[in-house]
C-alpha cells in the first residue's frame, strides 16, 4: 500500500525551529517533485514549497523565504521541510505531496499534485 506520511510537526515558540519529514512507502520518490502546502483553521490550503525530483530546484511562497528549506534524501526515499524563524502566522496543518514530473516544481496549481499524506499539526505560540 502506497503511503506518504508526515512528522515532526508540534508545538514551538516564536522564532523556533522544526524539521518536518514526508516519508514514502510502497513507491519511490525519485520521479516526483515533492510540495509542502499548510492548511490554518478557516482559510484554503496554500503551496508553501517545493523541491523537483532530482533537489536541485527549489520554490517558495514569498512568506516564508530565507526561512523555510525544503531538501530531500531520495536513498531514505524522505523529503525535508526547515523551518526556522517560525512565526504565529506559520501555524497551520502541514502536507507534503507528490507531482510526477521529472524536471523542476510548481506550487501554482495544487491539482497537478495527486497523491497527499495525512498532514502534521504545526503551532506557533508562546
Known amino acids: 500500500q502506497s503511503q506518504l506520511v508526515e512528522s515532526g510537526g508540534g508545538l514551538v515558540q516564536p522564532g523556533g525551529s522544526l524539521r518536518l519529514s514526508c516519508a514514502a512507502s510502497?513507491?519511490?520518490?525519485?520521479?516526483?517533485?515533492i510540495g509542502w502546502f499548510r492548511q490554518a483553521p478557516g482559510k484554503e490550503r496554500e503551496g508553501v514549497s517545493c523541491?523537483?525530483?532530482?533537489?536541485?530546484?527549489?520554490t517558495y511562497v514569498e512568506s516564508v523565504k530565507g526561512r523555510f528549506t525544503s531538501s530531500r534524501d531520495n536513498a531514505k526515499n524522505t523529503v525535508y521541510l526547515r523551518m526556522n524563524s517560525l512565526k504565529a502566522e506559520d501555524t497551520a496543518v502541514y502536507y507534503c505531496?507528490?507531482?510526477?514530473?521529472?524536471?523542476?516544481?510548481?506550487?501554482?496549481?495544487?491539482?497537478?499534485?495527486?497523491?497527499w499524506g495525512q498532514g502534521t499539526q504545526v503551532t506557533v505560540s508562546s
Open positions: 523541491i523537483s525530483s532530482s533537489g536541485d530546484s527549489t
Open positions: 510502497g513507491f519511490t520518490l525519485d520521479y516526483f517533485a
Open positions: 505531496a507528490t507531482d510526477y514530473r521529472l524536471y523542476g516544481c510548481d506550487l501554482e496549481d495544487l491539482r497537478e499534485y495527486d497523491f
